[in-house]
């Protein structure tokens, strides 16, 4: 088994989830407060998670919200002090590792949480949490790893959080708990991953540890085929193998940042009534920003086309959108939901997002609008 110590320690393969009591103890963890979602719970992974574990955890939150709220971290951190937990266990995908990090957070540091908001310098105050023990259950956000978490606020906005604090220090990353997602996340959660990968290399600043590991997480999700396979029969375990890897490697990678799709999407994701998915948001926005950026970073996207398996000279855009089409992904923003008067807030939201500035070229406010105009179909 593959033990992996780079910005966390992450017991990666299938059936690790057994090991869960001793990871608690090298953790120095004896009383877990689990934070997961009705979905997981449902289908029985929570179940799964309490045998494992062979002990009563201090206490369990189970309906985190898609996307999660200021208001709801705060409900969280009060049951969690209740329970007198010394640590998190987070379960499920980005919003219950979001939610879990901001908990952490709260309870250790104390209010308001828009003081440790990214785009208002706030990252310096985030010191050390207790410790969040990441149990991912999608292969695409790679919030078991990554520095950052989003955050609803009460005032409307959706914050950024970001620092090496709010990486979980420890992550059990066992694929067998991914065989039971539907194709369409398999999907959108797998081109989260792919878009991670991609966007992190064309981040301008200079990071090659961090590029090489998006490349490789990019040839595994598309040369190598496996984000393909893992649609198309969700239950090849080797393929669920690899997209839990590329998905970890995709977060590992953007230490570098990510760009404007990122930055879109996030806007987009704003539009809570519409529960718009940031994985298929990813998806779309893609192609239209690898237009862009074409041109601004020629060495990096024939690198990207070999780890794409494509040939001197193709064209990545083309190439995203026929993946997305194979995979089952829409092509057009309408087609989720999104409309033009929805137009203006995005491209505000999206120059204030903090992956506005990681884009391999600089987008303006008409860039954006012709981008979204484009993409909307
Ligand atoms: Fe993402």
């Known amino acids: 088994m593959p033990v992996l110590t780079f910005m966390n320690t992450c017991f990666f393969d299938n059936g690790v989830l057994e090991r869960l009591p001793k990871v608690l103890g090298r953790s120095g963890a004896s009383k877990p407060f689990i934070i997961t979602d009705p979905g997981i719970k449902a289908v029985g992974i ?33 049951l969690y002090k209740q329970a007198g937990a010394d640590s998190i266990i987070a379960l499920g995908g980005g919003s219950s590792m979001d939610l879990s990090k901001a908990v952490g957070l709260l309870a250790s540091h104390g209010g308001p949480l828009e003081k440790y908001a990214a785009m208002s310098d706030g990252s310096k105050h985030i010191k050390k949490l207790p410790p969040v023990i990441a149990i991912p259950t999608t292969a695409g956000t790679g919030s078991e790893v990554s520095v950052g978490m989003i955050v609803t606020m009460n005032n409307g906005r959706k914050e950024t959080f970001a620092s090496p604090n709010l990486i979980p220090p420890i992550a059990i990353c066992d694929p067998e708990l991914t065989l039971g997602l539907p194709k369409m996340m398999t999907a959108a959660t797998g081109m989260d991953a792919v878009t991670h990968c991609i966007e992190a290399v064309l981040v301008p600043s200079s990071n090659p540890p ?25 239950s090849d375990l080797e393929a669920r193998w690899n ?11 953007f230490v570098k940042g990510l760009g404007s799709v990122h930055a879109l999407s996030h806007a987009a994701g704003r539009l809570h009534e519409k529960k718009l998915h940031h994985g298929t948001l990813n998806a779309i926005f893609l192609p239209h920003l690898l237009r862009f950026n074409d041109g601004a970073a020629d060495k990096k996207y024939e690198r990207l086309r070999f780890a794409m398996g494509l040939a001197e000279g193709a064209d990545l855009a083309d ?9 089952g992904i829409p092509q057009t923003l309408k087609e ?42």
Do not use: C
């Not at 369990?60 to 898609?66: G, H, L, P, Q, R």
């Not at 997480?217 to 496996?226: E, N």
């Not at 997209?243 to 990678?253: D, F, K, Q, T």
């Open 210 to 234: 961090a590029e090489g590991i998006g490349y490789d997480g990019l040839t595994r999700a598309i040369r190598d085929g496996w984000l393909r396979r893992a649609v198309a029969d969700g």
């Open 243 to 253: 997209m839990m890897m590329a998905s970890y490697e995709g977060a590992l990678a």
């Open 319 to 327: 190439a995203i959108e026929r993946l997305n089409d194979e995979i």
């Open 46 to 78: 929570l179940d799964r998670v309490l045998e494992a574990l062979q002990a009563e955890p201090a206490g369990i939150f189970s309906d985190t919200v898609a996307n999660p709220t200021e208001d709801q971290v705060i409900e969280v951190t009060d």
């Open 336 to 377: 989720i939901g999104l409309e033009a008067s929805d137009g203006p807030g995005i491209v505000e939201n999206a120059l204030a997002d903090l992956a506005h500035a990681g884009n391999a070229r600089e987008a303006t406010q008409a860039d954006y609008e012709k981008i979204y105009e484009t993409a909307l179909g």
